[in-house]
């Protein structure tokens, strides 16, 4: 359950463009997934979160796509701006009773204009 | 903004003092998680507090500490600081619903330097 993690630390893409940041999980009992924003010197802002009944998210520009047969996650950010810039986190809950989070080490987006 | 908030937001203390840090819920939230940070990595599960009792605990020694007040806001007390201790001390509040899928929104922060 402590295994959240990232395929890739960084991820710069030009604004405008799509962005995707994925993310790979080791417990299949976790059964609730977030993804968070965090800016510099700032808390982890909530973007969208998906239960493991669902395969797929949407919210504004960004959608969330889970597939558990593979323990994968990922978020996509569509034309993405220079206020997307910031360091992405997914969590998931581990399966546990409880509202414990685990979470990855993130990934560094950053948006070049 | 979430509603959250936490003070102080720096601090500074030396090996071996006490520390306190304090959060206050979003309105209409009942329950209160308090994550470290450490730089570089993703925020590490403390403790959460849900109707003023201890509702869970991750990897940490009992030297970290916490309280809910009938308010819902919430304390994270450390004793006998090391300097790993320093980090960026995040709290999150919920509204209690489900528990494992309960949405945690959090606050800006306490950055701990340990000297």
């Known amino acids: 359950g402590e295994n959240v993690g990232l395929h890739l630390p960084t991820l710069s893409v030009q604004e405008g463009d799509n962005s995707i940041i994925n993310c790979a999980y080791s417990?299949?009992?976790?059964?609730?997934f977030i993804w968070y924003k965090q800016e510099s010197g700032k808390g982890p802002q909530f973007i969208i979160d998906i239960r493991s009944n669902m395969d797929k998210r949407q919210g504004q520009r960004v959608t969330v796509l889970l597939n558990k047969t593979v323990k994968h996650l990922s978020l996509q950010i569509a034309a993405t701006q220079p206020g997307d810039s910031a360091v992405y986190f997914c969590a998931e809950n581990g399966g546990s009773t409880l509202g414990r989070l685990y979470f990855g080490r993130g990934t560094q987006l950053t948006v070049w204009p | 903004e979430t509603g959250v908030t936490q003070s102080p937001t720096h601090l500074i203390k030396t090996r071996g003092q006490q520390v306190t840090l304090r959060c206050s819920s979003q309105?209409?939230?009942?329950?209160v998680s308090w994550y470290q940070q450490a730089l570089g990595q993703g925020p590490q599960f403390i403790f959460q507090y849900y109707r003023e009792e201890e509702n869970g605990r991750g990897n940490f020694p009992p030297r970290f500490s916490g309280l809910q007040f009938p308010n819902y806001s919430s304390e994270l007390n450390v004793n006998a600081l090391e300097l790993d201790d320093s980090a960026l001390y995040l709290c999150?509040?919920?509204?209690?619903?489900?528990?494992?899928?309960?949405?945690?929104?959090f606050g800006p922060g306490t950055r701990l330097t340990v000297l």
């Open positions: 417990n299949s009992a976790s059964d609730y």
């Open positions: 309105s209409g939230h009942n329950t």
């Open positions: 999150a509040s919920s509204l209690r619903l489900a528990a494992s899928t309960d949405t945690q929104y």
